[in-house]
Structure formats: C-alpha cells, structure tokens
C-alpha cells in the first residue's frame, strides 16, 4: 500500500470520527490504568459497569488499598481473570505510592513496570492520558492493519513499528482508535462490513468482493 492511499483511509476515518477515544470512562490517568488493566480479554462494556460502582468508592491508588484485595474483588468479580487483576491493582496502586507520589508516570519504561501493565497498556496511557502519539496494537488493530494491508506484520509488535512507520505524522496521535474503533464495529473478524465501510475502496483486503 502507497502513502497516498493511507492517507486516502485516515483522511476518511477522521472525517467520519474526528474526536476518537477510548470507550473506556474514565476522568482521570490513574483511573484509565485501572480500566485498561481491567479491559484484559474483557469488554469495555464489562468494565464500565463495574467501574461505575467502583470509582465512586476507590479512584486513587490509596483508596484502592484501602479497599483492600477483598474488598476490590467484590467490584469486579464479573470481570474475567479478575483474581489475578486484582492482585496487580493493589500492587500497582503501592509502586505508585512509594514511588510515584500516587501519580501515574507519563513513561514508558515505568509504565511497563506496573504489574498487570505490558507494551499495548504503556501505550493507551500515553496516548489517550497523556496525549503521545502511539499506537496500541490490540486483536482490532492487528486484523484491521493486516487485512486492509495498512500495515501488515506476523506479530503485534512487527505491526506497531509498521504503523508507526507508515501512518502520515498527523492521524498518529487518533490512529489506534480509528483502528479499534473499525475493527469492533465494521471491519469484524468473520463477516466484515464491507458493504458499509467508508474506506472500501482503498482496502487492498482481496476477499472484501464478496462482501460488498
């Protein structure tokens, strides 16, 4: 794919979006790490709900201790995987304490050094707290950036130096959204929506003729 028709699929998406951002509520850094922590092989439909009931109680990482293990589960048991998310929000919520003045940290390599937080986490803080211009590659992003042929790659990683490479500098800072956003709602795993999607035309998929 040329830089014209990357150009062409951004210039499109921002038009039809051109504020995205996260599903995840939030209003604040360190209740965005929680969320995305949370979001783990889980929806953020799941999480909103339970972090409606949570942040109101506990949205600070003493709050959080507070709350203790215990009492954190119980907010958000319906969440999958939530015994071991758990444990890596209290320790979390302790690094920041002892070491961050309960501040979440706007880097990277002390960002990856929270349990619970890895590469894709890192960059959703920077990106959507922080306003940096990175690019988190979740399974949306990986399918959408290898079907269109944006930014093909084997891995997660391959595709993140890929997008970074090749997405013009000014759609970097919404470009995971624009993706995450496609791929959940038109660009989906088994029956995509060509029919409806905006940047059809530029898609250099080769199967989307038989779902137009």
């Known amino acids: 794919m040329n830089k014209q028709k990357r150009t062409a699929i951004f210039t499109k998406l921002r038009a039809a979006n051109p504020k995205p951002t996260t599903e995840l509520e939030y209003s604040s850094p ?20 339970a972090t409606a009931e949570l942040f109101p109680v506990a949205n ?21 995987l939530y015994n071991v998310k ?14 961050f003045a309960g501040q979440v940290p706007d880097d990277r ?5 929270l349990p619970g937080v890895g590469r894709k986490t890192a960059n959703v803080i920077l990106n959507t707290a922080f306003g940096r211009p990175t690019i988190a590659v979740d399974t949306h992003v ?6 269109t042929g944006i ?5 997660v990683l391959e595709v993140e ?6 997405v013009p500098a000014e759609f970097r800072q919404g470009a995971h959204h624009w993706l995450i956003l496609h ?26 003729k038989l779902y137009r």
């Open 183 to 208: 791929g959940r709602y038109t660009c989906v795993a088994r029956k995509p929506k060509c029919s409806g999607c905006v940047i059809v035309n530029e898609c250099e998929w080769k199967e989307k």
């Open 151 to 155: 930014a093909p790659g084997g891995n």
């Open 30 to 49: 360190f209740e965005l790490l929680i969320s995305v922590i949370l979001s783990a092989q889980a929806t953020d439909v799941s999480v909103n709900r």
């Open 60 to 80: 600070t990482p003493a709050a959080i201790l507070n709350l203790g293990l215990r009492g954190l589960k119980r907010y958000i048991r319906t969440i999958g």
């Open 109 to 113: 390599e002390a960002l990856e050094g």
């Open 86 to 99: 758990a444990n890596s929000i209290i320790r979390t919520s302790r690094i920041l304490l002892e070491k």
């Open 161 to 166: 130096r890929n997008l970074e490479r090749f």
């Open 142 to 147: 990986f399918r959408v950036a290898n079907r």
